[in-house]
Every structure is written in C-alpha cells, then in structure tokens.
C-alpha cells in the first residue's frame, strides 16, 4: 500500500498552488496521514497551530513598512566639495553612497542611509549649500511583505511534504518524480524569500538623490491640462510628423533622381521608336 499513497501524495501536492495557504494545508498531508492513526492525521496540537502562526504574526504586528525616497536639488560653489560632504553625512549616520556623476560645474549623487534618518540628513543638506528644492515620498509596502511572508511559511510546510515522500519513495520512478517536485518547490520558496529580503532591504535604507549645480536647477514644469495645452500638444505634433515626412523625402530624393532620369529617358524612347513604327505602317 505504500507505493499508491506515495503516488497519490505526489498527485496531491502538484495540484496545490504555491501562493494559497488554505489549498496547501488541506491537499498536502497525504502520505503523513496514510502513516498515522486516523484521529492523529485529523487533530493538530497546540504546539504545531502555534508554529503555523509564528512565522506570519511578527509581520502583521509591527509598524507599518515603508519605502523611502527623497530627491534634493543643492546649488553651491563647489560642486566637488558639496558631493563629498553629502558622501560623509550618509556615512556618519550608517549609510553609504552609491552612483555619482559630477564635474566642477554640476553633478549628482545617490546615497543609502537609514530609513529612520533620512528627513534629518536632508534638512541638514542646508548646511552644504542652498536646498532650492526637496522632494520626500514614501511607499507603504506592509501588505507586500506580510503576503510574501505568509507565501514563504506555506512554501516551507510543502517542501517538508515532499521530502518525506521523497524518503519513503521506493522506486526509481517515484524518487524521479518526487525530486522533481521538490526541486520546484524548493526554487519558489527561495525566489520569495529573495523578494522578502529585498523588500526589507528597501525598507530599512531609503534612497537618497541630490543634484548639485553651481547655479540654481530649474524645477521641473508641472503638467498643464486643459484644451490650450491639448491643441499645443496637437500642432507639436503634427510639426513632428511634417518633419519626419520632409526627412524621409529628403532620403529617398536622391534615389529618385538617380534612378528615376534614366527610367524617364528609356521610356521616352521606347514611347517614341513605338510611335514611329505606327506612322511607318499606316503609310
């Protein structure tokens, strides 16, 4: 009887969906409960409802997790200087930079720091140059990562499924077909755990961008809306399009009157010497 309930535990698991808890704990136990009693496999001890629930609850009771980012346009006279003030101020309170492009005219900087220090590293900036504008934005991601969280504890319980089919497989067909299993669930349960890790990632450093300039950067326009800037988009447009027709007649011109003279005058001939053979037979 072994065999069949290996064969119908591997069965059940395929048909389970990876990202739905309740499927994964009622489809899943299979060959466990075809190895116990039968009021063992209906009855769960405190101990193992517990362990179900710890590995989610931490998640949903903390704060919420956000995702910060902060762009901060920074005029001063010494571009070079100012960018390696800001590096030294993200450093100082635990953080480090990361992709710079400056010259002794302009340049710009992105830095880590931690999420909890970022509104006092941008407000101290003042201090560097003159802060001409200051963008801060936040992203709430607590959803993301307690569903990712949940996904991953269901993911585990599956894995351990499988490995004890995998242990109580005795053919060369069934350990095939349980490795097999296995070997997928065990890459899901490790590309979620790699997206929790950059979730938190995220959440804990939040992401710094200054420009420097020697004079003041321009803000960027905001959007206009209304039937001005919708005609003003229209006749862009078209001037666009005109453009693009001119430059394509521009290219092939020079094709046209290569190959479309020599065209003409062949044509002409045969038109002619056509002619001429019309008169020649009707005298």
């Known amino acids: ?32 409960d075809a190895a116990a009693p039968p009021q063992a496999a209906q009855q769960k001890t405190p101990q193992q409802e517990n362990t179900g629930q710890a590995a989610v609850q931490p998640v949903q009771e ?13 005029r001063a006279d010494d571009v070079l200087r100012a960018i390696g003030e800001i590096k030294n101020r993200a450093t100082a309170v635990g953080g480090f ?8 005219k302009s340049g710009s900087v992105t830095v880590r720091v931690p999420s ?31 569903d990712v969280e949940a996904r991953i504890a269901t993911q585990k319980a599956s894995v351990d499924r499988l490995r004890v089919l995998f242990e109580r497989a005795g053919t060369t067909a069934e350990i095939a077909q349980v490795e097999s299993e296995l070997t997928k669930r065990q890459a899901e349960l490790e590309s979620m755990q790699r997206r929790s ?16 300039a020697t004079t003041p950067i321009a803000p960027p326009e905001p959007e206009k809306a209304g039937f001005l800037s919708a005609l003003a988009g229209g006749w862009d447009a ?25 065209a003409a005058v062949v044509v002409y001939l045969l038109r002619r010497r056509k002619r001429v053979t019309r008169m020649n037979e009707a005298a």
């Open 1 to 32: 009887m072994r065999r069949p309930v290996l064969w119908v535990g591997v069965a059940l698991l395929a048909l389970v969906s990876a990202g739905c808890s309740s499927d994964m704990s009622g489809s899943g136990t299979s060959a466990k």
């Open 62 to 74: 903390q704060e919420r997790q956000l995702v910060r980012t902060a762009t901060v346009d920074l």
């Open 97 to 104: 930079a990361g992709q710079e492009n400056s010259t002794k």
């Open 116 to 146: 909890a220090e970022l509104d006092r590293v941008v407000r101290d900036l003042a201090g560097v140059g003159e802060v001409t504008r200051s963008e801060v934005r936040s992203e709430d991601v607590t959803d993301q990562l307690v």
């Open 197 to 212: 890790e950059t979730l938190k990632g995220k959440v804990a450093l939040a992401t710094l961008t200054v420009q420097v």
């Open 238 to 262: 078209l001037l666009a399009v005109l453009g693009g027709v001119l430059v394509a007649v521009g290219a092939v011109l020079p094709f046209v009157v290569f190959l479309g003279v020599p």
